[in-house]
């Protein structure tokens, strides 16, 4: 199968199967969506959605987080991975947005990018959901689910490099929803040690099953 085509099955598969993807961090300001992904590197959602709530009720805008002392936010979010770089991470990105942008979270990667805490990942996520510009953010299950469906070159060894492909073969207004099907592909059904294939309706186009599982189920048969 060219690669052309298989973007194309893959896509029309997804469109009629989770044609309402979205993140599953939950938020209801783009400064609230900002602070949950930077609490997200390396942490699950599940557990980034335990420790918002509270937070953002001891700092519902920017302006409140950036008065804070980065041990009382320590305090909320222990629970998370790495909680004294974030802690400092989430007080600094908040002064930064009170002090250059208005209290505004931005809505380009140049300025995004120079906020404590984010990088080029954190300000995809935030170009793409909240602006809803075609910006494709390359975490571990995209990087992963892009190469085993054969959406991307094994060449591509950098978050970056796979980045460009995707968004070089996916029509820009399926970009921002691209992301969540790969990332809630890669969550549920393509797991990192043991995808689960026989539940994937993507198998008849996926290059690791054509190439990793059919043969071997058919040695079987």
Not at 47 to 69: G, I, S
Request: with cysteine.
């Amino acid at each position: 199968m060219k690669r052309e085509e298989r973007y194309q099955k893959i896509l029309e598969y997804f469109q009629k199967t989770q044609p309402d993807a979205q993140t599953e961090l939950r938020y209801e300001t783009p400064y609230q969506l900002l602070v949950a992904v930077i609490l997200s590197a390396q942490c699950t959602d599940e557990r980034v959605n335990q420790v918002t709530p509270a937070l953002f009720e001891r700092y519902p805008t920017p302006q409140d987080l950036a008065n804070a002392k980065v041990e009382e936010v320590y305090e909320l979010i222990k629970s998370i991975s790495y909680p004294n770089n974030k802690a400092k991470h989430l007080v600094g990105m908040a002064k930064m947005l009170v002090e250059q942008y208005g209290g505004e979270v931005p809505d380009t990667m140049e300025a995004l990018v120079k906020l404590p805490g984010v990088g080029r990942k954190t300000a995809n996520v935030i170009l793409s959901v909240i602006y809803d510009q075609p910006a494709m953010a390359v975490d571990t299950h995209v990087f992963r689910v892009s190469k085993r469906l054969g959406l991307v070159e094994e060449s591509a060894k950098t978050p970056l490099e796979v980045e460009q492909e995707l968004v070089k073969h996916i029509p820009k207004e399926l970009v921002a929803r691209a992301h969540h099907w790969l990332i809630l592909h890669g969550r549920y059904v393509c797991l990192a040690r043991k995808p689960k294939c026989d539940a994937c309706g993507l198998r008849a186009y996926c290059l690791y099953y054509e190439q990793q599982v059919a043969p071997f189920e058919n040695k079987l048969k």
